[in-house]
Structures are given as C-alpha cells and as structure tokens.
Nanobody
C-alpha cells in the first residue's frame, strides 16, 4: 500500500556528514507533515526534524545549526542533511509521514519507515 523507505545511513567519523533520504511509494496523491525521528539503544524515540507540506521546519535543539530537513513533493521524497555529526547522533533514524492521501480515496495516518542506521565514530 503505502511505504516509506529510508536510505543514506552508514558509518561516519565525528565531524563528518551524511544525507538521509526518505522515499514514499504506492499510489500516493500527497502528504502533509513529514519528519525524521531517531532512536538510540535503550532510549525512547525522539523527534529530530519536521517539515510541513509548505516547507516550514522545526528541529530539536541538539541538532539546530547542524541538520537540515527538506522535501521534494514532486519526487515524494524527504531528506535530512546531517553535518558536524557527533557521537551522540548515533541512532536508527526513521522517517514519518503524518498523513498520506492515497489514490482511490482516503488517507493513511502516521506512516513509518523501517529505519536506517547512523553510526558516528571517534
């Protein structure tokens, strides 16, 4: 039906950069808010960055000035550019779509991807 697939994670040294991608697939007409969330081992999942359909963004304080969320509605893809990575950024990063309108009528709520691992080493 509706799927979100994250990619771009990997191993990077502290101070380095990665760009994550989140691609929506299925018979999708559109989506409103999207976001990136992360979960470190033994910790609760937290919001990293969100972006509205119109492009307004919000970030958790710990990533402000380092991460940038963006989206391409035509490609049905969201991105997270991560710069100046720190050890504490290590986590599984998940993409989320708050509401996805589907062809045939109706919509799905709170659609999540499977996650992509980001590991920052010293």
């Amino acid at each position: 039906q509706v799927q979100l697939v994250e990619s771009g994670g990997g191993l990077v040294q502290a101070g380095g950069s990665l760009r994550l991608s989140c691609a929506l697939s299925g018979n999708i007409l559109g989506t409103n808010d999207m976001g990136w969330y992360r979960q470190a081992p033994g910790k609760q999942r937290e919001m990293v960055a969100t972006i509205t359909r119109g492009g307004s963004t919000d970030y958790t304080d710990s990533v402000k000035g380092r991460f940038t969320i963006s989206r391409d509605n035509a490609k049905k893809t969201a991105y997270l550019q991560m710069n100046s990575l720190k050890l504490e950024d290590t986590a599984v990063y998940y993409c989320n779509a708050k509401r996805v309108w589907v062809a045939g009528g109706g919509y799905e709520y709170d659609v999540w991807g499977q996650g992509t691992q980001v590991t920052v080493s010293s």
